[in-house]
Nanobody
């Protein structure tokens, strides 16, 4: 079993920056795709950004140019650097990843990001 754990959430003013991390614990596994999703209260969970094993990146239009996703395979960690934050970026941010030949997926517990106006 693989357990992704997010960290770095908090309260930040509009226009500010925040960096999130997601570290995957476990033994003898290979991480394939890693991604970030977010969910605001009363809304559906939405895609934010993803990165493949080959470091190919994809972003939601709403965050393109402001957010950067990256990964460190030696540390089994994915990062999300968020700049020029807006109140509409507020929500719980979830780490998602797939593992091994079977491409089995896992979700983290989420970390709260609140952007004040």
């Amino acid at each position: 079993q693989v357990q992704p754990v997010e960290s770095g959430g908090g309260l930040v003013q509009a226009g500010g920056s925040l960096g999130l991390s997601c570290a995957a614990s476990g033994s003898r596994f290979t991480i394939n795709t890693m991604a970030w999703y977010r969910q605001a209260p009363g809304k559906q969970r939405e895609f934010v950004a993803q990165i493949t094993r080959g470091h190919s990146r994809n972003y939601a239009d709403s965050v393109k140019g402001r957010f950067t996703i990256s990964r460190d395979d030696a540390k089994n960690t994915v990062y999300l650097q968020m700049n020029s934050l807006k109140p509409e970026d507020t929500g719980v941010y979830y780490c998602w990843l797939t593992v091994g030949v079977s491409d089995y997926s896992y979700w983290g517990q989420g970390t709260q990001v609140t952007v004040s106006s």
